[in-house]
Nanobody
């Protein structure tokens, strides 16, 4: 069974940056799939941040806050990235990567991002 693995979270000060990574636990290739990043803050619903197609085209919800986040992929490394800049306290959440393969959704376990001084 496909297992997605996120990494790169941690504690960062407001205004700082983090780069999250998403890959598979056993090397299953992701290059032919669109990958999504979501996040879930305490007491809030999970929300989508961005999606990257297999060809590298990125789409985002229409939300100005997401302009600080950039998604990319390196198929040679079988890894998808979420670059987060100018982080704010309200960006504190667990961040998840997600893929749908043959109608079945797969989620990683998430990586915690805490923005605090």
């Amino acid at each position: 069974q496909l297992q997605l693995v996120e990494s790169g979270g941690g504690l960062v000060q407001p205004g700082g940056s983090l780069r999250l990574s998403c890959t598979t636990a056993s090397g299953e290739p992701l290059d032919t799939y669109a990958i999504n990043w979501f996040r879930q803050a305490p007491g809030k619903e999970r929300e989508g941040i961005a999606c990257i197609s297999s060809s590298g085209k990125v789409t985002k919800p229409d939300d100005s806050a997401k302009g600080r986040f950039t998604m990319s992929r390196d198929n040679a490394k079988n890894t998808v990235y979420l670059q987060m800049n100018s982080l704010k306290a309200e960006d504190t959440a667990v961040y998840y990567c997600h893929v749908i393969i043959v109608w079945r959704p797969y989620w990683g376990q998430g990586t915690q991002v805490t923005v605090s001084s």
